[in-house]
């Protein structure tokens, strides 16, 4: 692992875990990651990737994950522009006017809101296993879930072996730690999908790392309530993306099929969609971190 600085920053009342590698007067890349996961779930190997390409690269835990603060989100609900707002404060608290901007599932929909948004701070665009941030996945969820057929005017919802998980796991009890990383390890390996091979020590260090390092592991859950929230400016036609945009999507997705990265793709004028055989939505596959992290520095060369 290339060195790195680690530090706190603040973000309106909310302080967040942030770390820093390689020479910060090279171009800077903002890693944002997705739904639940603190910035571990960027891994050492890709991060090391860019760095030996010379970027300067942050990761950060998102509130309510890792070691950045937990919120009371019934008294203090947030939405995906607060999330937004965070990884602005993360470029604010490094002195960073402007970064390329790469985000993984819910990552991807808080980067495409500041190129939206903040269209200043973004200097390229790479969206990693998402769909565009204003496509609510909700009915396609019930519908699924409640057996009828999916809406053809709607994204498909998620894979049945998916779905399926959910509901097993619903039921399992997470008491003890050993049950908490248990039921990690499980999701992550259907999030995997079944075409690639499954790292699965890099998996349960990602698990273990992750729970031991967060202040409340239920807190993680208000992610989804948050990006359930379907607010007016994430609404905004993605027509209006400026950046160089990079889609990047697996072709045996079970949480966002691939019609969801066409999809966003599609919407972002100018954009490239580079589809991986085989990912599924995760970075947990031998090789599959340097391969994505190659895709990142071509883009940001370019």
């Given at each position: 692992?290339?060195?790195?600085?680690?530090?706190?920053?603040?973000?309106?009342n909310?302080?967040?875990?942030?770390?820093?590698?390689?020479?910060p007067?090279?171009?800077a890349?903002?890693?944002?990651?997705?739904?639940?996961?603190?910035?571990?779930?960027?891994?050492?190997?890709?991060?090391?990737?860019?760095?030996?390409?010379?970027?300067?690269?942050?990761?950060?835990?998102?509130?309510?994950?890792?070691?950045?603060?937990?919120?009371?989100?019934?008294?203090?609900?947030?939405?995906l522009?607060?999330?937004a707002?965070?990884?602005?404060?993360?470029?604010?608290?490094?002195?960073?006017?402007?970064?390329?901007?790469?985000?993984?599932?819910?990552?991807?929909?808080?980067?495409?809101?500041?190129?939206?948004?903040?269209?200043?701070?973004?200097?390229?665009?790479?969206?990693?296993?998402?769909?565009?941030?204003g496509?609510?996945?909700?009915?396609?969820?019930?519908?699924?879930?409640s057996?009828q057929?999916p809406?053809?005017?709607?994204?498909?919802?998620?894979?049945?072996?998916?779905l399926?998980?959910?509901?097993?796991?619903?039921?399992?009890?997470?008491?003890?730690?050993?049950?908490?990383?248990a039921a990690?390890?499980?999701t992550?390996?259907?999030l995997?999908?079944?075409?690639l091979?499954?790292?699965?020590?890099?998996?349960?260090?990602?698990?273990?790392?992750?729970?031991?390092?967060?202040?409340?592991?239920?807190?993680?859950?208000?992610?989804?309530?948050?990006?359930?929230?379907?607010t007016?400016?994430?609404?905004v036609?993605?027509s209006s993306?400026?950046?160089?945009?990079?889609?990047?999507?697996g072709?045996?997705?079970?949480?966002?099929?691939?019609?969801h990265?066409?999809?966003?793709?599609?919407?972002?004028?100018g954009?490239?969609?580079?589809?991986?055989?085989?990912?599924?939505?995760?970075?947990l596959?031998?090789?599959l971190?340097?391969?994505?992290?190659?895709?990142?520095?071509?883009?940001?060369t370019?």
């Amino acid at each position: 692992m290339v060195a790195r600085e680690a530090k706190f920053i603040t973000s309106g009342n909310v302080l967040l875990w942030s770390e820093r590698f390689g020479d910060p007067a090279d171009p800077a890349v903002l890693l944002i990651m997705g739904t639940s996961t603190p910035g571990l779930g960027w891994p050492d190997e890709l991060v090391d990737r860019l760095v030996s390409g010379g970027r300067h690269v942050i990761r950060f835990d998102h509130r309510d994950t890792g070691r950045s603060d937990c919120v009371d989100f019934a008294a203090h609900p947030y939405t995906l522009g607060d999330l937004a707002g965070d990884a602005v404060a993360v470029l604010d608290a490094y002195g960073i006017p402007a970064a390329h901007i790469a985000g993984a599932s819910l990552g991807g929909a808080i980067a495409q809101w500041l190129a939206v948004h903040r269209p200043e701070r973004v200097r390229t665009l790479t969206l990693i296993m998402t769909g565009p941030m204003g496509a609510d996945a909700g009915p396609a969820w019930a519908r699924a879930l409640s057996g009828q057929e999916p809406d053809p005017d709607d994204l498909p919802p998620p894979a049945a072996r998916f779905l399926d998980h959910i509901m097993r796991s619903a039921t399992v009890p997470r008491t003890t730690r050993e049950e908490h990383l248990a039921a990690g390890l499980e999701t992550w390996r259907v999030l995997n999908g079944e075409v690639l091979p499954f790292d699965e020590e890099a998996a349960r260090r990602l698990v273990q790392e992750s729970y031991d390092a967060a202040r409340d592991p239920a807190a993680a859950a208000n992610h989804d309530l948050a990006g359930r929230v379907m607010t007016a400016d994430r609404l905004v036609p993605l027509s209006s993306i400026k950046a160089p945009t990079l889609v990047v999507h697996g072709t045996e997705d079970p949480l966002r099929p691939l019609p969801h990265g066409e999809a966003v793709a599609g919407q972002i004028p100018g954009a490239r969609l580079e589809t991986i055989p085989g990912m599924g939505h995760s970075f947990l596959s031998p090789g599959l971190p340097r391969r994505i992290a190659d895709l990142i520095l071509r883009h940001t060369t370019a």
